[in-house]
């Protein structure tokens, strides 16, 4: 009896500190893989899930708690996984339904969890569903978007004016059925048709196939974009670009987050719901870009969390410390009571954290998304600092950067966030033994390598997990948040927690040196301790004492301050 109590006592001990089990993602270090380019195990010179499963302990080791994979479902590859021409299969390039499930065990084994990509808002043209509507085969014909167009002066048009996300009109004709379809993305990506029930029950099913799987949640692809207004009525000019082509030419009233969208997410959370009344919980997390009401709605209809792209689409290197500021405020201030943040500074589809930043400000970047309340995420390869690589018209695959032509393809082309990791100074970088990749290595792979970062005193890579190991802090993990505009140039920020280690982190958006009072925040003790720096030319060592009246910050770079207890 007496061991059972003590057993009880422990366990609410464990629930106190670190709450339920099915509250493993609420604090996590999500880190996102892009399969192609993470590790090549077979000589292919693309990514594979072997190759996957041989990196896991790199997670581990960087303190990652759950993993998000970009596709791995069978693709004719044009959006490079994002068009599934089988959403219940695995692609041959990144290996089978085997290795798959290797992978999950392995991953489940050393405590990562493991999220899928869903990419519910369409499929590949080469998918046997489209195939089959394309032929009027049933129940298939109305699994996406058809329409005869309109006759305007003799000649055949699209119904109305409506602009696809990469560039030109969202409708393409189909010869065989003589009609045009819906594609939100490129032609070979057609949009499904969510006011067929079949589909709504198609979909669930692929869920519940990943989830019986094993799979730990999904990250929801272009949420926006599932359902359009009925009567497909025109969408107003924006008025700021005249290339009637151009994604921005219409303001997207009618063809984006329209109410049924955010009904269809309440239904995928009450599939996660049937897996978590058997004790287990699976997230859903939202991809969208939207504004702050908009993308907190997904709260409202019980996404576990939409991403919080603010750090990509609000704030750039110009950006003043006012604007960071703002940013976490408008953020915090709009969260549901209840809800949990996340923070995202980086994925597949934008330009390298470094190369937008600079390589101090950029771990500053990391620094707000490890140390502000909630989940964090890391982009692969952000943990290193690769830095986008240029690539020629003639090397670019990205149909965005091929859309846009050779004029345009540089600006818009994704490719250059998303070349190979660069694990050592070997071959391709440590990622492939094939001299010849997929995407191929930026050159400044021969200095700029995990091994390297690892062997070195001082590091990107260090400095990285410095800040990730601080999420261990409860004042971190559930600890207050206080911002404040300490001048011009200076944002900073408290994580603190009665009778625990306090963390202060004073980020200099700034172009020359600051000295700065804490005082600002009120429980800041006399004197502090230099934890980390994101600065090269820092010369205060770590563990120095710091008077808190008195701190020094170089410009363009973060640094964190803890309180002494
Ligand atoms: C968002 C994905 O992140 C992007 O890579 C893709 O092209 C589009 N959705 C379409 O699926
Ligand atoms: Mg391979």
Redesign the pocket.
């Known amino acids: 009896m007496r061991t059972f109590i003590a057993l009880g006592v422990l366990a609410l001990l464990y629930l106190g500190v670190y709450g339920d089990s099915s509250d493993w993602w609420k604090a996590m270090s999500l880190y996102q893989i892009y399969p192609r380019s993470f590790k090549d195990s077979d000589g292919d010179g693309i990514g594979d899930l072997k190759g996957v499963e041989s990196k896991l302990e790199h997670l581990v080791d960087t303190k990652i708690d759950a993993f998000w994979l970009s596709p791995i479902y069978p693709s004719p590859m044009v959006?490079f996984g994002?068009d599934i021409s089988d959403f219940k299969g695995i692609d041959p390039v990144y290996g089978t339904m085997q290795d798959f499930e290797d992978l999950v065990d392995k991953a489940h084994k050393l405590n990562l969890k493991v999220i899928m990509d869903f990419?519910p808002n369409h499929s590949s043209n080469k998918h046997e569903w489209f195939q089959n509507s394309v032929r009027k085969i049933e129940p298939y014909t109305d699994y996406y978007m058809w329409h005869p167009g309109k006759i305007v002066n003799g000649s055949r048009q699209p119904p109305n004016n409506w602009v696809n996300v990469f560039y030109g009109s969202a409708w393409t004709w189909n010869e065989e059925r003589q009609e045009y379809y819906l594609h939100q993305?490129a032609p070979e990506q057609p949009d499904f048709n969510y006011r067929n029930e079949k589909v709504v029950e198609e979909m669930k099913d692929i869920l519940r196939f990943w989830l019986d799987k094993g799979v730990d949640g999904f990250r929801i692809?272009?949420i926006p974009h599932l359902y359009e207004i009925e009567d497909l009525r025109d969408e107003p000019l924006s008025g700021t670009t005249s290339d009637p082509k151009s994604y921005g030419y219409t303001i997207h009233m009618y063809t984006n987050a329209l109410r049924e969208t955010y009904e269809m997410v309440s239904q995928w959370r009450d599939v996660m719901d049937e897996y978590e009344n058997k004790g287990d919980t699976r997230i859903i997390v939202i991809?969208a870009y939207a504004n702050m009401s908009k993308t907190m709605d997904y709260y409202l209809y019980r996404a576990h969390f939409p991403f919080n792209f603010g750090l990509i689409t609000s704030v750039e290197k110009h950006s003043k410390a006012e604007s960071f500021k703002k940013l976490v405020d408008t953020w915090t201030d709009n969260l549901p009571v209840g809800a949990v943040s996340n923070w995202v500074a980086g994925n597949?589809?934008k330009s390298r954290l470094v190369t937008r930043y600079g390589r101090n400000l950029a771990p500053a970047l990391q620094i707000m998304v490890h140390l502000l309340p909630g989940v964090a995420v890391t982009y692969n390869g952000e943990e290193i600092g690769m830095e986008d690589t240029w690539l020629s018209w003639e090397e670019t695959q990205d149909p965005q950067g091929c859309n846009a032509g050779k004029g345009g393809y540089e600006k818009s082309s994704r490719d250059k966030a998303r070349t190979p990791f660069q694990w050592d100074n070997t071959v391709s970088a440590g990622f492939s033994t094939n001299p010849n990749t997929w995407l191929r290595v930026n050159e400044n792979f021969k200095h700029l390598n995990l091994a390297a970062q690892k062997a070195a005193d001082k590091s990107y890579y260090k400095t990285f997990l410095k800040i990730t190991e601080l999420r261990k802090l409860p004042a971190v993990n559930k600890g207050s948040l206080q911002t404040r505009l300490l001048n011009d140039d200076v944002f900073a920020f408290s994580r603190e927690l009665e009778g625990e280690t306090s963390v202060y982190v004073v980020i200099n958006f700034g172009y020359s040196p600051e000295t700065v009072s804490l005082q600002a925040f009120e429980k800041v003790p006399d004197d502090l301790l230099l934890y980390v720096t994101t600065s090269d030319s820092m010369d205060i060592q770590s563990s120095d004492s710091i008077k808190s009246t008195s701190v020094q910050i170089n410009p363009r770079s973060g640094a964190v301050f803890l309180s002494k207890n």
């Open positions: 959006d994002y990419v993305f692809d272009a991809e597949h589809d």
